[in-house]
Nanobody, 126 residues
Framework: QIQLVESGGGLVQSGASLTLSCTHPWATLDLYAIAWFRQAPGKEREGLAC????????YYADSVTGRFIISRDVAKNTVSLQMNSLQSDDTGLYHC???????????????????WGQGTQVTVSS
């Protein structure tokens, strides 16, 4: 499995929006199902959203449904996570990871052993 690179985190106020980006220097992400995970302080890693090649409907965890949007930009070789209406509970270290190949079907609960990159920190202040 390939290790992905995350970016875009930061410190924002409650109610704000933030977009995270996931990429790789040489692997073509369009060949893989990609998911975003969050590790909040003192909590287990939670799978948030997953996008595959053969299903037009991405998977979302209940905690982010209606607020987060996962999408691909094939030209930029990125998978983004647009996060809206951020709350303090959204604070955590965010990672993206490969879930499988082009035939993978995203379904919950999301789980993978990695590998994990450095992630990108999101802090939401109330």
């Amino acid at each position: 499995q390939i290790q992905l690179v995350e970016s875009g985190g930061g410190l924002v106020q409650s109610g704000a929006s933030l977009t995270l980006s996931c990429t790789h220097p040489w692997a073509t992400l369009d060949l893989y199902a990609i998911a975003w995970f969050r590790q909040a302080p003192g909590k287990e890693r939670e799978g948030l959203a997953c996008i595959s090649n053969n299903d037009p409907m991405p998977y979302y965890a209940d905690s982010v449904t209606g607020r987060f949007i996962i999408s691909r930009d094939v030209a930029k070789n990125t998978v983004s996570l647009q996060m809206n209406s951020l709350q303090s509970d959204d604070t955590g270290l965010y990672h993206c990871a490969v879930m499988g190949g082009p035939n993978h079907v995203c379904s919950g609960p999301l789980s993978t052993s990695g590998p994990w990159g450095q992630g990108t920190q999101v802090t939401v202040s109330s």
